[in-house]
């Protein structure tokens, strides 16, 4: 059987979920695209649905494709989307991202699709920091959401190892490889990482550049491969 009416209740959650701006209560997410969804099925993700476009020969319930494309919340549509449940963890190692204020969905995912590039056990996202499972991020992880376990965390307390805060223009110059557990700590894209943040970590370290700053995702992408330089951790 095919859907074929605006009004069904499974469209109308991904409608809504497709252009969410806070996070869901029930905890679902969604994930547009035959990329992404394989990635949810590559990583043993099962969907709560599953929807895929009459005759595109996509696993899934099939709907009429001007259905999907209504509630898609991708400017040429998608073939297939599917609603999954968010999974927290906690903080793990060896090499650990720990986000603080970093509101941009698409630095979050782009953080990290590099986290799962270079082998990081996690990344956790503070105060302040867009959800890793809203839409844009999502995207912008490009499958990563579903293989890194993603954590929270009020501040760096607790987090693995010795925690390296980021700091434009301070501190030591950034050296790899990483001597035993670490987490990177990452702030803000403006404003950087509060000094109570930076004070509470056992290092300050920045990335020599000749500009003034990185953005957030870039200065994570660049600190997650100096300090896995020589094998690392992937």
């Known amino acids: 059987m095919i859907i074929t009416s605006t009004h069904n209740e499974k469209l109308k959650e991904i409608r809504k979920l497709a252009r969410r701006r ?3 209560a029930r905890g679902r997410f969604v994930a547009e695209g035959e990329d992404l969804v394989a990635a949810a099925s590559r990583a043993g993700w099962p969907a709560t649905h599953l929807l895929a476009a009459a005759g595109s020969g996509l696993e899934g319930e099939k709907v009429e494709q001007g259905l999907l494309d209504d509630v898609s919340g991708l400017g040429s549509g998608s073939r297939t989307i599917g609603v999954y449940e968010a999974r927290w963890s906690a903080p793990v190692g060896p090499l650990c991202v720990y986000l603080h204020g ?19 056990g996690s990344v956790v996202v503070g105060p302040g ?14 499958g990563a959401i579903f293989a890194v376990p993603v954590a929270r965390a009020a501040g760096v307390e607790g987090l693995p190892g010795e925690r390296v805060a980021l700091v434009a223009g301070t501190g030591e110059a950034l050296r790899g490889p990483a001597d035993g557990e670490t987490t990177i700590v990452v702030g803000a894209e403006r404003a950087g990482l509060p000094a109570e943040v930076s ?3 056992e290092r300050v370290a920045r990335i020599p550049i000749a500009a003034e700053s990185l953005n957030a995702a870039m200065a994570a992408t660049v600190a997650l491969y100096e300090l896995t330089r020589g094998g690392g951790w992937s």
């Open 129 to 142: 920091c867009a959800d890793p499972f809203g839409p844009k991020a999502v995207r912008a992880s490009m």
């Open 199 to 201: 004070g509470a970590c």
């Open 22 to 24: 806070e996070r869901d």
């Open 102 to 120: 970093v509101q941009d969905p698409g630095n979050v995912g782009t953080i990290l699709r590099s986290a799962l590039a270079f082998g990081a």
